[in-house]
């Protein structure tokens, strides 16, 4: 049988790797990729908590699970967003490397 630590264990290892992802990487794409990653492993920690925590009444409790459908619902508005600067960005520096980009400055 799986066990809450279980799932928290998987969800640790994936933000793990999307953190790592984060901090290594130079191209954008891949960070975002990452940071995707990152708030995957945090609603896989969500609906396990939601999973195993168990009213007095002995029905299940779905308020995290509620949550993490608000969770998703940013991360594709901040994939949308952040393509387009991404988009933006090579149009006018031919590049997706973070470190030759070195203004905020268009």
Not at 31 to 56: G, K, Y
Not at 81 to 94: D, N
Request: aromatic share 10%; hydrophobic share 60%.
């Amino acid at each position: 049988m799986v066990t809450l630590g279980d799932y928290l264990i998987v969800s640790g290892i994936l933000f793990t790797i999307g953190f790592a992802g984060v901090m290594v990487r130079r191209n954008i794409i891949i960070i975002l990729m990452a940071l995707e990653l990152m708030l995957n492993a945090a609603n896989l920690s969500l609906v396990a908590f939601s999973r195993f925590h168990v009213d007095p009444s002995g029905a299940p409790n779905y308020n995290a699970q509620v949550f993490v459908f608000f969770v998703i619902t940013v991360a594709a508005a901040e994939v949308a967003v952040g393509l387009a600067i991404v988009v933006a960005l090579f149009r006018l520096r031919q590049t997706t490397h973070i470190e030759d980009i070195t203004s905020l400055k268009f």
